[in-house]
Structure formats: structure tokens, C-alpha cells
């Protein structure tokens, strides 16, 4: 399986984007370098995915800080935490519920590091509080899989509409579809999408 570890895996797939898209071989040099965003995989990704989860990076982002300050930064400080600790860190009771419950499931991190991109997906969503959007995430940064994509998230949606002038912002599957093209390096063309939002919206869509 591919994976992007560096900058020059980062290359090749913006090389593949532009050879199969007019708008993505205009609009990718305006975008200058795309950024790499990968995380130490394991526990601390999937949290940080968690607590962005429907939340603004900047919220996501103090929530976090909140919680490394309180020793909240890994399964056994969730594991030793009271509702009032986390609820205190920032979190909503349904966030503190989900972290505990992925803290306690004894989750074998490594072991995803090898599996199919389906069969990894399929592990994380049977954790609580764990969707298609969190797993996904966690293959793109984490474990950096070249393919991994999040179709469900609502700024690549909306700089997919603006970046092709689309009627409407495309719904998962619509955006599933226009992706197809963007194979086998649709997590470069969410990073280029990503930043593409950025300089539309002036603000990050993903930490």
C-alpha cells in the first residue's frame, strides 16, 4: 500500500493530480508546497481526531492543550480521569464517553499499520464514538496511507464546490465520486483541498 512519508510522496501525488485534472494542474502552483501533517500514530491521534470532531481547529486545538496540561494526553491519564476532569478540559459528556471507552478497548495501534486501508477503517469504527470521517483522518495523518480521503468532510466539500464552481457543495457521495480520477493519491488532493479552503476562507479547515 502506498503511504506518504515525506515531502517527495507529496510530489508524486500532486504530479498525479495535475496530469489527470486541468483545475487541480492550475490551481496546485498557486497552493505552493502542500504541508505534510503527519502524527505519531497510536492513542494520541485517534484523541485529537475525537475532539475535533463538528468543532472549529482553533476550539479543537485549546480543548487539546487543555488536556495535555492536565496529564489527559494518553489511554491511562483518560483511564485515571473523573467526568469532572474531562468535562473541565473542554470536552462534551459525549467526547469524555467516546475517549474513555477507546482508552479501555485495549486497541492493538501497531497492528493497523499493516492492515488494508478497509480492514483498518472497519477496526476504528467499531470503537465508540469512532466514524468513518474520525477513521479516515486517522489513516491520512497517521498512519499517512496515500488514498485515504474523509469524503464526509465538510470543507473539503465546500472547497471542492468553490475550487470546481459547482452548483452546490457536494453531499459524501458526490464528492466520493468527483474523487475517483484523484486514485491512488486522494490524500494529496485532500491536503491540496485543505489548503485551497485556507486561502478561500482565510482559516484552516483541518488542525
Not at 107 to 129: F, N, Q, Y
Not at 170 to 186: F, I, S, V
Request: glycine share 8%; hydrophobic share 50%; aromatic share 8%.
Amino acid at each position: 500500500m502506498r503511504t506518504i512519508a515525506g515531502p517527495e510522496d507529496l510530489d508524486e501525488g500532486v504530479a498525479h493530480l495535475a496530469r489527470v485534472c486541468p483545475v487541480w494542474a492550475r490551481v496546485l502552483p498557486e497552493l505552493g508546497p502542500l504541508p505534510l501533517r503527519r502524527w505519531p500514530d497510536g492513542f494520541v491521534a485517534i484523541r485529537d481526531a475525537i475532539v475535533a470532531q463538528q468543532i472549529s481547529t482553533h476550539a479543537a486545538a485549546a480543548i487539546t492543550a487543555r488536556m495535555v496540561a492536565a496529564g489527559l494526553d494518553d489511554e491511562a491519564g483518560i483511564n485515571a480521569a473523573d467526568d469532572d476532569a474531562l468535562r473541565a478540559a473542554g470536552l462534551s459528556r459525549p467526547k469524555a464517553r467516546y475517549l474513555r471507552g477507546v482508552a479501555q478497548a485495549g486497541v492493538d495501534w501497531a497492528a493497523l499499520r499493516d492492515m488494508p486501508d478497509e480492514d483498518a477503517i472497519a477496526t476504528l469504527v467499531a470503537l465508540p464514538g469512532i466514524g468513518r470521517w474520525t477513521a479516515e483522518i486517522y489513516l491520512k495523518f497517521a498512519l499517512g496511507r496515500a488514498d485515504a480521503f474523509a469524503a464526509g468532510d465538510l470543507a473539503l466539500a465546500e472547497a471542492a464546490r468553490l475550487l470546481y464552481d459547482l452548483p452546490e457543495r457536494p453531499g459524501p457521495a458526490a464528492l466520493t465520486a468527483l474523487a475517483q480520477p484523484w486514485r491512488p493519491w486522494r490524500s494529496v488532493a485532500a491536503r491540496g483541498l485543505w489548503a485551497y479552503y485556507r486561502v478561500a476562507k482565510g482559516r484552516e479547515g483541518v488542525r
